[in-house]
Each structure stands twice: as C-alpha cells, then as structure tokens.
C-alpha cells in the first residue's frame, strides 16, 4: 500500500511565523502536491512537483512556497504565516506515466491554525 | 480556465435511498475523471476513475459513475446508501494534452449525510 505521512495532524501558529510542513511517501512515486482543503470551496492546488528540484505554482501559490530536495520528501513552506492561511493541508503523491495518468494518494492532512 | 463544478453541497438521505451526486466540469479537449470520498477522520481516498472506455464505471463500495460526453458530466450514483456513507465526495479532472503532469481539478465537495 501506498503510504504518505505528514510530519503534523494539528499545528498551532502565530501570525508572522515561518511554518514548515512535511510530506514523506514511501512509494517512489515522482508526483508530489501540495493542496489546502477549504469548506465550500474543495480542495485548491497550491504547488506541485514532477521531480526532485523541480516545482510548478498551482492555482493559489501566494504565500508559499515549496522545498523538494529528494524523492520521497516535499515541503511546504510559509514564509510569514497569516490568518487566513488558517486551514487544512493535503499532500499527495502519484505516479507520472508516459501519456498515462495515475490516481492519487493522500496524506491525513494537517490543520493549521494560525492565531 | 478549466472548472469543475459539484450541484449538490449538501445531501441528507434516509438508508436505502438512491443517491446521485452531479459533476460538471469546463474542458473541451479529452478528460480523465476521479471519484474520491473523504469519510469522518479519514484520508481521502479513490472511489472510481474514468480515462476510456466504457463510460459506465463501477467502484468501490457499489458505486458507480457514468461519463457523459456530450453533457460534460460525471454523475456518482449508488442505488442504495448506507449509513456508513456518509462522507463528503469531491469529483476531480485531469485535462489530457501534451505536458500533462497529472494535475487534478477538484470540485467544490459535497457533504453527503445518511440517516439511519
């Protein structure tokens, strides 16, 4: 089984705070997302990456930005937290096939709240 | 931009009842489609995908979806739900094309609540 973990389920931050969050996957995987998972609004791409060193802006990349330094490991990042920043965080991880597209794995997310 | 949009935000049933969720999406070219569930405290999971073929797919759990072309759509249908159902479901697309990273559009989300 596929498995990706992140490094925090809750995480309390003040405003101003640089906040790193973690994602490991343990199936070699070269696709890796970052998304924030909002009510009403589904879940929004944040960034992505295709390979180590490599990374692409989604659609909401203000604010943050993206560390993947190997494989297996894709960082999220935000610079100064703030409010409205508050929310919860998905990682993914998928396979990246030649004309092929592979579903999906999802970490447990982390709930961010920054106060 | 591409989009995809989920009607029903909110969707309270009795057990037994049938279910059918709506999925529209805005892309004119050649489309892979995702069913994921989300149950209470738990990751998000894949329930069905669509890439070609016969547009009528089965998943897990007695679900299904069927890809209508012409209408843009992706309905998630389960004859009879049970109360162990009650997940909120995002429909997501990828737009196929040259550079295609295997990004994911995702819906809105719906919140489906089954009453036992």
């Known amino acids: 089984d596929v498995k990706v973990t992140q490094s925090s389920r809750y995480l309390v931050k003040r405003t101003g705070e640089k906040v790193f969050l973690e994602c490991v996957q343990d199936m070699d995987h070269e696709n890796m997302f970052w998304y924030r998972q909002d009510p009403g609004l589904g879940l929004r791409l944040i960034y992505f990456s295709y390979d180590v060193k490599m990374k692409e802006k989604g659609d909401i990349p203000e604010g943050y930005s993206v560390s993947r330094e190997k494989k297996e490991r894709f960082s999220l990042i935000l610079e100064s937290a703030s409010t409205n920043q508050t929310s919860m965080y998905l990682c993914?991880?998928?396979?990246?096939?030649?004309?092929?597209?592979?579903?999906?794995?999802f970490g447990p997310g982390t709930r961010l709240t920054v106060t | 931009a591409q989009s995809v949009s989920q009607h029903n935000h909110h969707v309270i049933l009795s057990e037994a009842a049938s279910l059918e969720l709506g999925c529209n999406y805005s892309?004119?070219?050649?489309?892979?489609l995702f069913w994921y569930v989300q149950y209470p405290g738990q990751h998000l999971q894949l329930l069905l995908k669509?890439?070609?073929?016969?547009?009528l797919v089965k998943g897990i759990k007695g679900f299904e979806a069927e890809f209508i072309k012409s209408k843009f759509s992706f309905n998630l249908r389960k004859p009879s739900v049970q109360w162990s159902d009650t997940a909120e479901y995002f429909c997501a697309v990828n737009a196929r094309g040259s550079g295609n990273t295997g990004k994911l559009i995702f819906g809105q989300g719906t919140t489906l609540q089954v009453k036992p």
């Open positions: 669509y890439f070609s073929g016969d547009p």
């Open positions: 892309y004119g070219g050649t489309v892979n």
């Open positions: 993914a991880s998928s396979l990246l096939g030649q004309g092929l597209i592979y579903e999906q794995y």
